[in-house]
């Protein structure tokens, strides 16, 4: 497609609830990325993709986040018994990695709004 | 523990006037400082630098980066308020998987 997607743009759940947020990367970017970006603060990073396979995962808060991205296209980010602090914007970003200049810039979808009540 | 420092973290100016942010950056294996506008959710890529001193140009702004003080500014001259915004920068590590970012300067504009 022409930018990344992500999807759904909002999400409301109750605590403890299981959510799943997709994102379509860029056709060919071969580097996905999953951020979260709390109020106020710059994006914190998650876990990366190259292609199907999950290369660092790091970022990820804890063992009720899960992410996958299985035929190294569309990826999906799963937060397991959601707690309000998962409440933040979840961004995703895809990029052509491993080669200097225009390959490096992270181009990133508009985000998914999770609040927790 | 590799990060990156922003400041101001916000400011106000008004239409015309010239600002400059910077961006710190404490990097282990630093490959290249990327800058982003965020104007809601999104951020739009502005510069990638990886040599040291030489300025980058995009109209009305414009992006150094200093290896040696490891620092990089963004200019914005004549400013507008299409230019409100926050502005994110980013260390990427030699790795190419691992971009550490700032907290952003939130620029507001005002006519």
């Known amino acids: 497609g022409a930018g990344v997607s992500q999807s759904p743009r909002y999400k409301v759940a109750k605590r403890g609830q299981d959510v799943a947020l997709r994102c379509d990367p860029i056709?060919?970017?071969?580097?996905l990325f999953w951020y979260q970006q709390a109020l106020g603060q710059g994006p914190e990073f998650l876990t990366y993709?190259?292609?199907?396979?999950?290369?660092?995962k790091s970022g990820l808060p804890s063992d009720r986040f899960f992410a996958e991205r299985p035929e190294g296209s569309v990826s999906t980010l799963k937060i397991q018994r959601t707690q309000q602090e998962d409440s933040a914007v979840y961004l995703c970003?895809?990029?052509?990695?491993?080669?200097?200049?225009?390959?490096?810039?992270?181009?990133f979808g508009s985000g998914t709004q999770l609040s927790v009540l | 523990e590799d990060k990156v420092v922003q400041s101001p973290l916000s400011l106000v100016v008004h239409e015309g006037d010239t600002v400059t942010l910077n961006c710190s950056y404490e990097v282990t294996n630093f490959r290249s400082l990327l800058w982003y506008k965020q104007e809601k959710k999104a951020p739009t890529f502005l510069f990638m630098l990886?040599?040291?001193?030489i300025e980058k140009k995009s109209g009305r702004l414009s992006s150094i980066l200093d290896k040696k003080e490891l620092f990089s500014i963004l200019n914005i001259t004549a400013t507008q308020t299409g230019d409100s915004a926050v502005y994110l920068c980013a260390a990427l590590h030699s790795t190419g998987n691992q971009f550490y970012f700032g907290t952003g300067t939130s620029l507001t504009v005002i006519p």
């Open positions: 056709s060919g970017h071969v580097s």
């Open positions: 990886t040599s040291s001193g």
């Open positions: 970003a895809s990029s052509q990695l491993g080669s200097l200049g225009s390959g490096e810039k992270l181009f």
């Open positions: 993709f190259q292609n199907e396979a999950q290369l660092d």
